[in-house]
Structures are given as structure tokens and as C-alpha cells.
């Protein structure tokens, strides 16, 4: 079992940083796939970025350039690094967690881009 608390979240201007955390407990940290994802009011989640337990990276068309996921393994916690915000990056984010079969979700947390 896996514990996934996010944080980080909030308003932002556009063209604004933001940097989210997802601290992790439970398991071993280092042994997990791990991922953002966001969803928008009225639309599905939709994958942001992920990294997996031996660091490669992938992104969201959308995000490449702008967004980077790292993970600190020592501290159990995953991290998106937000550069550049523009209003269509407004959505709830949510921490994602999988080892083999059983996966995770946190509880999300809000990041809204506006004037």
C-alpha cells in the first residue's frame, strides 16, 4: 500500500512557475513508476509526465520544454517543475504511483493560470 500526498498547487499568472510535490509513503519509493497526471473541469486525465524507477522521462507534447519531473528516491518524494504556465495548463494534478499490478492515486491539488 502506498500513501500519495501532493502539494504545491495555486494561482499562478500566466507565463508564472509553480513546482508540485507528491511525497510518498508506504512502500519503497525507488522501486515505483511514477507520473503526473491532470484533468480539467469537463474533460478526461490525461497523462503529464512520468519517470520511471531508473530515471527516463517522458512528456506531454503540451509540457515538453515547459514542465520537468524529477524524483529525490532518498526523500520518497516525486516532483513537476512548471515553467512558462499558460491558462490551458489550469486543471486539478494528480500524483500517480505503480509497481508491477497495484497502482496509486493521490488526492490531487488545484493549479489554476490566470490574470
Known amino acids: 500500500q502506498v500513501q500519495l500526498v501532493e502539494s504545491g498547487g495555486g494561482l499562478v499568472q500566466p507565463g508564472g512557475s509553480l513546482r508540485l510535490s507528491c511525497a510518498a509513503s508506504?512502500?519503497?519509493?525507488?522501486?515505483?513508476?511514477m507520473a503526473w497526471y491532470r484533468q480539467a473541469p469537463g474533460k478526461q486525465r490525461d497523462l503529464v509526465a512520468a519517470?520511471?524507477?531508473?530515471?527516463?522521462?517522458n512528456y506531454a507534447d503540451s509540457v515538453k520544454g515547459r514542465f520537468t519531473i524529477s524524483r529525490d528516491n532518498a526523500k520518497s518524494t516525486l516532483y513537476l517543475h512548471m515553467n512558462n504556465l499558460k491558462p490551458e495548463d489550469t486543471a486539478v494534478y494528480y500524483c500517480?504511483?505503480?509497481?508491477?499490478?497495484?497502482?496509486?492515486w493521490g488526492q490531487g491539488t488545484q493549479v489554476t493560470v490566470s490574470a
Open positions: 500517480y504511483a505503480r509497481y508491477l499490478s497495484p497502482y496509486y
Open positions: 519517470i520511471t524507477s531508473g530515471g527516463t522521462t
Open positions: 508506504g512502500s519503497i519509493f525507488s522501486n515505483y513508476y
